[in-house]
């Protein structure tokens, strides 16, 4: 079992930089893969980020590619989303998901944090 903890959400400026911050409890963190999705209003849960177990690969959405950057401190437990030149069609609600497979789709994911608004204002 793990539990998913966000945080650093936030309001921010269109161009501006936000970290949010996952954090697992228990002590199979470095056995799971983990992903980083988001929700906007009236339209579905989109991939954002995803870096396997080890830190040692990541992938990207295009949409957000050269923009963002995923990270993992397996010793702390927690991964990272840092969020850099944002833009208003960020704004949404931010979930991080531990998953066993290597995989993009949020249905393939075991456990999700309750989620974090981050507004990106014009």
């Known amino acids: 079992q793990v539990q998913l903890v966000e945080s650093g959400g936030g309001l921010v400026q269109a161009g501006g930089s936000l970290r949010l911050s996952c954090a697992a409890s228990?002590?199979?963190?470095?056995?799971?893969?983990m992903g980083w999705f988001r929700q906007a209003p009236g339209k579905e849960r989109e991939f954002v980020a995803f870096?396997?177990?080890?830190?040692?690969?990541?992938y990207y959405a295009d949409s957000v590619k050269g923009r963002f950057t995923i990270s993992r401190d397996n010793a702390k437990g927690t991964v990272y989303l840092q969020m850099n030149s944002r833009k208003p069609e960020d704004t949404a609600v931010y979930y991080c998901?531990?998953?066993?497979?290597?995989?993009?789709?949020?249905?393939?994911?075991?456990?999700w944090g309750q989620g974090t608004q981050v507004t990106v204002s014009s």
């Open positions: 870096i396997i177990k080890s830190g040692g690969s990541v």
């Open positions: 228990g002590r199979t963190f470095s056995r799971y893969h």
């Open positions: 998901a531990a998953t066993t497979l290597v995989d993009q789709r949020p249905h393939e994911y075991d456990y």
